[in-house]
């Protein structure tokens, strides 16, 4: 068979172009494609939500590719063993109540653990604005090219609708930030505090608490949480991140289903 570029541009422009389409309208929303989100979207699309998750950069899976300091490998506490298991990601215990896994094998299990749900997946994708409407409620998204942004191109975006939206967009806490910053003087108050130092300890405990609806269906994870919160840096220990995002995953089908 002769192959004919033509066709295999058009395949690609069809094909992605009737995916976005269906992806307008969503029930849950997540931006940022770092682990925490990656378990939510596992959880979210096994509970048959229609989820879609948004990341700006080309790769997926955000700082655990690099584990500690370009060790490739992650560390994750006793109560987050379960996550690793769910996403068939092979561990050993290295201490008492220590696990190690290789951060390659966990991203790339992440991401197929998600897929293999039926979340949607776009990268290169920035999110630059949110969608308020009736009783202050998150409800949308205002999306562009990754690379538009990064490279301040004045290029008109376009938008999505969705029931509820995850932040999980790492130390910035980008969508909490956006909706600080546009919303001041409102009679619900967002206050970004910025993350406090690392201390792995109490970085990890706490999450669990900052991990919440933070504004009327808008939901932050991950790090992003702790940013909000002004609750210490974590470092390269992912359990909390995983078990955050199961949590984000469990707040918004709860709000949905009521």
């Given at each position: ?12 422009v ?10 307008i ?63 068939n ?7 008492k ?14 991401i ?38 990064m ?54 405990k ?11 269906g ?41």
């Open positions: 068979m002769e192959l004919d570029e033509t066709i295999i541009t058009r395949a690609i069809e094909e992605y172009s009737k995916v976005f389409l269906d992806y309208e969503v029930d849950v929303a997540l931006v940022g494609g770092g682990p925490a989100n990656l378990v939510a979207a596992k959880y979210l699309g096994e509970a048959g939500l229609k989820t879609v998750l948004f990341e700006k950069k080309l790769s997926i899976g955000g700082g655990m590719w690099g584990g500690g300091m370009m060790f490739p490998r992650i560390v994750v506490q006793e109560d987050a063993k379960h996550i690793l298991d769910d996403f990601i092979n561990y050993h215990e290295y201490e109540g220590y696990y190690v896994a290789s951060s390659i094998e966990s991203v790339g299990k992440l197929c653990g998600a897929t293999d749900a039926g979340a949607e997946i776009f990268n290169l994708i920035d999110v630059e604005d949110v969608m308020i409407r009736e009783n202050d409620t998150v409800c949308g998204l205002v999306i562009n090219w990754g690379p538009v942004s490279n301040r191109l004045h290029v008109d975006p376009l938008a999505i609708r969705a029931k509820v939206v995850i932040d999980g967009t790492g130390h910035d806490a980008g969508i909490c930030s956006t909706v600080q910053r546009k919303i001041p003087g409102t009679d619900i108050k967002l206050d970004v505090v910025g993350e406090k130092p690392m201390w792995a300890d109490v970085g990890e706490i999450l669990m608490d900052t991990t919440k609806e933070v504004y009327p808008l939901i932050v994870t991950g790090m992003a949480a702790n940013a909000v919160a002004g609750a210490p840096r974590m470092g390269p220990v992912f359990g909390g991140m995983m078990l955050s995002g199961k949590k984000a995953a469990e707040l918004a089908i709860e709000k949905l289903r009521k």
